[in-house]
């Protein structure tokens, strides 16, 4: 029997059996950090007036330093110098409204730039909820010469309810009684911050990064067992007369030193507590003595997802301290990789609190597979949670205590295993549900209310004149035929074929008949079944027949004249035949249909544009597709449709079919066969082959005070919390919201696990099980580290999806501004007056694309004004948009441009491109009249070609010695040429194409070409009509959040 390795991870901590669980923060303790006041004694309630230092404690002043007020002088504030921004003279080298440091050793006043943390002060009042971005009117301003930015103290300050904190200035007064803090179980402190860029100065309201602080205004080394005070400045000596606590530090949150909560060595306390962020220099305006002029904008200093490794970019702004026993971030992303302990700090944590899950991710290796054999599925008898690897095994191993409810349970003798000295099972090496933080169980006979079903597959073909015209039936059929050998599932597939136009054809194509034959519903707005069986046959069986039928189909509708294409009849057909089992429909349709129930209607109302009823555009307005739909969900139907419509169609309420049954909606809108077939060819043969789950159901659970608030994505839902999915596959993802039970959350580590029950193509039923561990933190600092704002903007496109639903355009592009302006002036609160000087824009490490993903985010087809993006296109993006796995949304928003007239970077190994050059900012900037690039949105692609491009090139890519006007308008990247240059970039767009749900049409476009309109809106950067440029978004967000 293998002997596990005693590694001790974070969570293990004074822990022990069979997984450790976790009871409190993770690490050994650490520096005293808490709320960055180190504990101290003195008389008086705690948490009141400590009173000023006597005369003669202070350390005396160097030969000319500024002195600065007496800390007695709480009424007034001292003289000052009139220097800078009312502030002391800078020293050579600090930026712009920078305060002086303090002599090592020393602390600056009391009562100057000194701010308690943003959870310690009074609630603030109401700010008018989204009416307006002011939220209220300003507080009282100083009557004093008070510099510019900084933060409120005694002196024209609302009055705060509670007694000052160590570090605030106020007179001194009773103690007003205190409302407890919550315990804080970590303090979370972050490496040190980068600077950009240099000094600068240019247009106001311009932004640019400032330099690195220099020397000067770097804080001393934290000295050796001192707790640094929050905002106090450089560390200062244990003062005579106020001795250290005796209370031990509070545990640190990851406890190795430069993980959260450790204080890295030559840290300061302001740096350690706050963590990592940006500084951006937002407008100019006077510089302190002896500083250069602010030169202005520095744009390619602005943090954008760009270079040689995007997708690693992306994941350096995810917390990297994630427990190796939970699942894979393809699995399960949070929002934030941690949970506030209260729904007070979740109210004032501005952004969601949520997790992205998709359970069949593609993650590069196969899943462990369990089978409990005759001990049956091992889960707690209370909550229902399965064992995973943060149960606790006690009494010898008899007895596993859940780590998301607490119930002890009682171990089947079939599973029973002894423990060591340590409390771990010893046979856990051989145990992937003990070491894996995803596996698959395999279901007894329990978790079946029937036999697993066959795959089914149910393909029904408008053959209208719409669909002959554009060619989209004989391309469905050939896409079809050339599937069928690739169908999952072997001898248990079965299939089945209705077309329709105004009316419904059946097709019986048993075995042993000489030739299919076609049934006729004469009415499709009353479909009926022609006969109760063999309307759905074996695929490997009756093999020969299916094809005869797909032949007969083309021959016998060539020259119809029929216009009409009704699609309700024919999924309510596909239902009568799958009513008894379930299965998959495919639908390839192109006509509108005009009769029957589930018509549709010219809904592209140019006068409802930008108007209250704006939005009734964006959702069906006939019941009967949610009503449906949900009849399909509940007989285990999907419902996939490949919308090819010649002109305007209701996308809203078609994909309403999809969207209750778990299904996938294709839109090909001004379909022709010549342009599109090879787009939908691979999206039919992907959708087809790829992997896929049946009759399936998912459940998220939560540990103590937690819970699933809301369910969004492409399912039905079941008894308030079970997501009824008749179909899953990997190309799709939802996301759940968190919420509360309880007003605090008891403990300091809580859990999540999604459980996904589902039959295989080959007939078994199992569970897939994904477990993580989450950290429950107190105060927002600490949300700021854990904050992954990637996936928070995945998960607020979701929310803007559904919200534009029910509201204007305007008004969702409101409340994603204000989220990120509260959030932003939630960070720069926690910083005292001379690290946010007024013209600085303060972004945390993690949080520094948020703002470009959210200008992006806007500028897409998602948000764009309704003038400029029809109502199909908008409806068919919020439909992808809800489905679309995280790394899709990211290059969707923020789409990659390579330069391939750089061929000395683009590697070819064996005939396939292997790596491609570095990504450009989306910008004008970056294209040159020489150059090539291929702009990559994962739905589509586009070759963008220079006007001073080398004839050679064209001669080389496109085999044209000799082209003409017309051939430079019609170019196509098509089969690679005998020559490097062919071979190259014809791989790069096969390379974008590889593991890519979705087909993307590869578009070349030539400099000065009318479809040149095409490309320009993808550089996001850029200002576009009405929209912000980046420069400008960033100074318009700064504005907002001072002027809040």
Same mark, same amino acid.
């Given at each position: 029997m293998a002997d596990r390795p005693r590694q001790t991870y974070p969570y293990q901590q004074g822990n022990q059996p069979g997984r450790p669980p976790m009871p409190g923060m993770p690490g050994p303790p650490g520096p005293a950090m808490g709320n960055g006041v180190p504990p101290q004694q003195h008389s008086g309630p705690p948490g009141s007036f400590r009173p000023p230092q006597p005369q003669g404690m202070r350390p005396p002043m160097q030969p000319g330093q500024f002195q600065p007020p007496n800390p007695n002088q709480f009424g007034a504030p001292a003289p000052r110098p009139p220097s800078g921004m009312g502030m002391p003279p800078p020293q050579g080298g600090m930026g712009m409204g920078g305060a002086r440091p303090p002599p090592a050793g020393q602390g600056p006043p009391m009562g100057m730039g000194a701010r308690p943390p943003a959870m310690m002060q009074p609630p603030r009042p109401a700010?008018?909820?989204? #009416?307006? $971005?002011?939220?209220?009117?300003?507080p009282p301003q100083p009557s004093g010469p008070v510099s510019m930015g900084k933060a409120p103290t005694a002196m024209g300050a609302p009055k705060v309810t509670g007694p000052p904190m160590p570090s605030m200035g106020g007179p001194p007064g009773p103690a007003a009684p205190v409302r407890p803090l919550v315990p804080q179980p970590s303090s979370m402190a972050v490496p040190p911050r980068p600077m950009y860029g240099g000094p600068g100065a240019g247009a106001p309201s311009q932004p640019s990064f400032s330099a690195p602080p220099p020397a000067s205004m770097q804080s001393a080394p934290q000295a050796p067992g001192f707790a640094q005070g929050f905002n106090q400045g450089p560390p200062q000596q244990q003062q005579q007369g106020y001795?250290?606590?005796?209370?031990?530090?509070?545990?640190?949150?990851?406890?190795? $030193?430069?993980?959260y909560g450790a204080q890295r060595p030559g840290m300061s306390g302001t740096e350690s507590i706050l963590g990592q962020f940006q500084s951006l220099t937002m407008s100019g305006g006077p510089v302190a003595p002896g500083q250069p002029a602010d030169v202005g904008v520095d744009a390619a200093s602005f943090p954008r997802p760009v270079g040689s490794d995007v997708d690693g970019v992306l994941e350096s702004l995810r917390w990297k301290k994630r427990d190796p026993y939970s699942a894979d971030v393809k699995f399960m992303r949070l929002s934030s990789n941690a949970i506030p302990n209260s729904v007070e700090l979740k109210k004032q944590w501005c952004l969601p609190c949520s997790a992205l899950i998709q359970p069949l991710a593609d993650i590069g290796k196969p899943v462990p597979v369990v089978n409990f054999g005759v001990a049956g599925i091992i889960r707690c008898r209370q909550c229902r949670t399965y064992v995973n690897p943060y149960v606790q095994f006690t009494d010898g191993g008899r007895r596993w205590k859940c780590n998301v409810c607490g119930t002890f349970n009682e171990v089947p003798v079939e599973y029973f295993c002894t423990t060591d000295n340590t409390g771990i099972r010893r046979d856990i090496a051989e145990r992937p549900e003990l070491n894996c933080g995803s596996v698959e169980y395999l279901a007894p006979e329990e978790y079946m209310v029937r036999p697993p079903m066959p795959p089914i597959y149910v393909f029904a073909f408008d053959v209208?004149?719409?669909?002959?015209?554009?060619?989209?039936?004989?391309?469905?059929?050939?896409?079809?035929?050339?599937?069928?050998?690739?169908?999952?599932?072997?001898?248990r597939t079965q299939v089945g074929i209705i077309t329709y136009d105004s009316t419904v054809h059946f097709y019986n194509m048993r075995g042993d008949q000489s030739s299919p034959q076609m049934l006729v519903i004469p009415d499709a707005a009353s479909p009926y079944l022609p006969q109760p069986d063999d309307l759905l046959v074996n695929l490997q069986e009756c093999r020969s027949q299916i094809d005869a039928a797909l032949d007969i189909i083309s021959k016998a509708f060539g020259k119809t004249q029929n216009v009409e294409g009704n699609i309700g009849g024919a999924v309510q057909s596909a239902y009568l035949v799958m009513q008894h089992v379930g299965g998959k429909m495919l639908c390839f349709q192109s006509s509108v249909p005009t009769a029957g129930e589930g018509k549709l209607r010219p809904k592209e109302d140019l006068a409802s544009y930008n108007t209250e009823r704006e939005y009734k555009l964006r959702k069906a307005e006939d019941p009967f597709f949610k009503r449906f739909g949900g009849e399909c969900n509940r007989i285990q139907m999907c419902i996939d449709i490949f919308c090819c419509p010649p002109k305007f169609t209701d996308v809203a309420s078609l994909s309403v079919y999809s969207s209750a049954t778990g299904g996938q909606f294709y839109f090909y809108p001004g379909f022709f066969a010549r342009k599109d077939g090879m787009k939908l060819k691979a999206e039919v043969t992907r959708n087809l082959t790829r992997e896929t789950g049946w009759e399936a159901v998912m459940r998220v659970r939560m540990g103590k005070g937690l819970k699933c608030t809301n369910f969004h994505g492409h399912f039905m839902i079941r008894s308030n919390d079970l997501m009824a999915l008749p179909t899953v596959d990997p190309d799709k993802a939802m996301h759940v919201d968190i919420?509360?039970?309880?007003?605090?959350?008891?403990?300091? $580590?809580?859990?999540?696990?999604?459980?996904?029950?589902?039959?295989?193509?080959?007939?078994?039923?199992?569970?897939?099980?994904?477990?993580?561990?989450?950290?429950?933190?107190?105060?927002?600092?600490?949300?700021?580290?854990?904050?992954?704002? &990637?996936?928070? =903007?995945?998960?607020? =496109?979701?929310?803007?999806?559904?919200?534009?639903?029910?509201?204007?355009?305007k008004e969702t592009i409101h409340i994603l501004n204000k989220k990120v302006i509260d959030v932003l002036k939630e960070y720069r609160q926690l910083y005292s007056t001379h690290l946010h000087p007024h013209n600085k824009l303060i972004l945390p490490e993690t949080m520094k694309m948020l703002p470009l993903l959210m200008l992006c985010m806007q500028k897409g087809a998602?948000?764009?004004?309704? #003038?400029?993006?029809?109502?199909?296109?908008?409806? #068919?993006?919020?439909?992808?948009?809800?489905?679309?796995?995280?790394?899709?949304?990211?290059?969707?928003?923020?789409?990659?441009?390579?330069?391939?007239?750089?061929?000395?970077?683009?590697?070819?190994? #064996?005939g396939a491109v292997t790596s491609l050059p570095p990504t450009l900012p989306l910008t004008l900037n970056s294209i040159k009249d020489s150059g090539i690039y291929l702009l990559?949105?994962?739905?589509? &692609?586009?070759?963008?070609?220079?006007?001073?491009?080398?004839?050679?090139?064209?001669?080389?890519?496109?085999?044209?010695?000799?082209?003409?006007?017309?051939?430079?308008?019609n170019l196509q990247v098509g089969a690679t040429l005998n020559n490097d240059t062919s071979k190259k970039v014809v791989g790069a767009v096969n390379k974008i194409r590889e593991n890519n749900i979705y087909f993307q049409q590869c578009y070349v476009v030539r400099q000065g070409d009318p479809a040149e309109a095409m490309i320009l809106p993808w550089l996001v950067e850029d200002k576009l009509q009405t929209l912000h440029s980046y420069t400008n978004y960033l100074g318009y967000i700064h504005k907002g959040i001072l002027t809040r």
């Open positions: 700010q008018g909820g989204l #009416n307006g $971005m002011g939220g209220g009117p300003p001795p250290q606590s005796s209370q031990p530090a509070p545990p640190a949150f990851g406890g190795q $030193m430069g993980s209208s004149y719409p669909a002959i015209a554009s060619g989209l039936l004989a391309t469905a059929i050939d896409s079809v035929k050339s599937c069928l050998d690739s169908l999952p599932g072997a001898e919420g509360y039970e309880e007003q605090m959350v008891p403990h300091q $580590m809580t859990y999540m696990q999604c459980a996904l029950l589902y039959t295989t193509s080959q007939g078994e039923r199992r569970i897939r099980v994904h477990t993580m561990a989450i950290p429950v933190v107190s105060d927002i600092g600490e949300l700021f580290k854990a904050c992954d704002s &990637c996936a928070t =903007s995945a998960i607020l =496109s979701k929310l803007a999806a559904e919200k534009i639903r029910s509201t204007t355009i998602l948000l764009k004004s309704p #003038n400029e993006v029809t109502t199909d296109e908008r409806s #068919n993006t919020i439909y992808q948009i809800l489905s679309m796995p995280f790394d899709n949304i990211m290059k969707f928003f923020y789409p990659r441009m390579y330069p391939l007239h750089d061929l000395g970077q683009i590697v070819l190994e #064996n990559d949105n994962g739905m589509v &692609c586009y070759l963008w070609i220079g006007r001073a491009i080398s004839p050679q090139w064209l001669i080389d890519v496109f085999g044209l010695q000799n082209p003409t006007p017309q051939d430079l308008m």
